[in-house]
């Protein structure tokens, strides 16, 4: 049987750390200091608090403060001239539209922001469907990646056997959590190498950690993946 492909979307598809991750923390500092009243600097300190003690900043947010998240997703990722700024190597991008499998993208952003970007990229006729933090609530909590137990309800909402689904991310948490819910994993690397950002700042990008199943430098080498074999090479 064919993979399924489940994609990260910034950093795996596309350069976000000198595209995007800027101008979200820019973004969630304002929204921060504007609704809950703060000093810039306490706003930007919360705001790298929460991303550390939950892996987002909007879990935080949500639990302590009331603020909700359709809102503060819709505020926070408005970016204008986002799409100018986005590019994908053309390689990569015909890579993906060759690769034998369905696809599907799945990603802590919201989806109006996912669908633009794949938009920008010319990469929206490629998935056949976006998985997107909206859809990521299990039992009324908000549980994105790397959440194991959001994954195997998403897994089943969608009917995706884990034992074909292969997650190519460039966050090794999320690879993580990918690993404990059955799912295969790749971690792409390409855009770690000058641009580190969030949780793989200083990480060590030789070896294999644990819950990584292949690495890879460019999304084309996919095409060379067996994907059968859960130990992989690079």
Not at 74 to 83: I, R, S
Not at 104 to 114: D, G, H, I, V
Request: proline share 6%.
């Amino acid at each position: 049987m064919k993979p399924i492909w489940l994609f990260d979307l910034d950093n795996t598809l596309h350069d976000a750390s000198r595209a995007v991750f800027w101008r979200l923390n820019g973004s969630m500092t304002d929204y921060i200091e504007q609704h809950l009243g703060m000093p810039r600097a306490e706003a930007d300190q919360l705001r790298i608090h929460y991303w550390r003690r939950y892996g987002a900043t909007l879990l935080g947010l949500e639990r302590h403060h009331g603020i909700r998240a359709s809102h503060f997703l819709a505020q926070t990722h408005v970016l204008p001239g986002l799409e100018a700024q986005l590019h994908m190597p053309p390689a990569d991008r015909e890579a993906l539209k060759r690769l034998p499998g369905r696809k599907f993208l799945l990603t802590n952003a919201p989806a109006e922001y996912a669908k633009r970007v794949l938009t920008a990229l010319d990469m929206a006729s490629v998935f056949e469907g976006v998985i997107a933090i909206e859809g990521m609530r299990v039992f009324g909590d908000l549980r994105p990646k790397p959440d194991a137990r959001m994954l195997r309800v998403v897994m089943a909402r969608h009917k995706l056997p884990p034992s074909r689904c292969i997650l190519v991310e460039d966050t090794v948490a999320n690879l993580k959590g990918a690993r404990k819910a059955g799912l295969r994993t790749v971690w792409m690397q390409h855009y770690l190498r000058h641009n580190q950002h969030g949780p793989e700042v200083g990480i060590r990008l030789h070896g294999r950690p644990a819950g990584v199943c292949v690495r890879i430098k460019k999304l084309r080498a996919l095409h060379a993946g067996r994907w059968h074999d859960t130990r992989g090479a690079d």
